[in-house]
């Protein structure tokens, strides 16, 4: 099944400044659902980073529950590589609660509606690089994920960048491609007051 995507806007209502200033960590979701031109947007933000030489290693996994997304059935969806302006059904279900545990149980995961998980084909780079290729593959994800950050605060919306996960099991929850290695998971929602899980200390 195919997605098409909403164009994004090029116009927002706060400026870059105050979107870095604002910018933080945040990992306290409500069950609000996201509308499908504000998944269209942060998707735009994703794919707008420098990738080195061209190569783009990355590939954009996105993970939706039920009801989360207007109109968008639950499951895990990949950004086509042949089309940038949909998405593909990759997977059917709800799969954020066995994507929370797969993050060392980091049970905000399973509130946010929408989770990005970032996964990169490291040969694409070091095709082309050799090892070098490696760093360029992290640089370019810390890109993208900054970008989701800001896009996030511009729609007053709430994420944090997880990078403590099992990757073995992140992979198998999400029946990732054996070369599609996750590298980030980014949960995404309209932000709650309260916080479950770990990493207190950053409330
Ligand atoms: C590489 C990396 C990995 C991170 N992994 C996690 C994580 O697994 N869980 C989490 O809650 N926050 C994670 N964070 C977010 C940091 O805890 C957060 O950026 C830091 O505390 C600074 O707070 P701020 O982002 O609000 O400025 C990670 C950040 C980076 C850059």
């Known amino acids: 099944m195919r997605l098409k995507l909403e164009e994004a806007d090029k116009r927002g209502e706060v400026s870059l400044e105050e979107t870095i200033e604002r910018r933080k960590s945040r990992r306290s979701f409500q069950r609000t659902r996201l509308t499908k031109k504000q998944l269209s947007q942060l998707i735009w933000s994703a794919e707008k980073a420098p990738s080195a030489g061209a190569t783009y290693p990355l590939e954009l996994y996105v993970v939706l529950g039920e009801e989360c997304v207007d109109d968008i059935d639950a499951g895990v969806y990949h950004r086509s590589a042949r089309e940038y302006s949909e998405l593909e ?20 995961i399973a509130d946010a509606p929408v989770s990005f998980v970032i996964a990169a084909e490291y040969e694409r780079t070091t095709g082309r690089y050799g090892d070098r290729g490696i760093r360029y593959v992290h640089i ?6 900054q970008n989701i950050y800001l896009q996030c605060e511009a729609l007053g919306l709430a994420t944090v960048a997880v990078g403590a996960f099992y990757d073995d099991e992140v992979a198998r929850v999400l029946s990732l491609p054996k070369e599609h290695k996750p590298i980030y998971v980014m949960p995404v929602g309209v932000g709650g007051r309260y916080y479950r899980g770990l990493f207190k200390r950053n409330l």
């Open 89 to 108: 059904m990759h997977k059917e279900s709800d799969l954020r609660e066995a994507l929370a545990i797969a993050c060392l149980s980091q049970m905000f």
């Open 140 to 145: 370019e994800v810390g890109h993208v994920s």
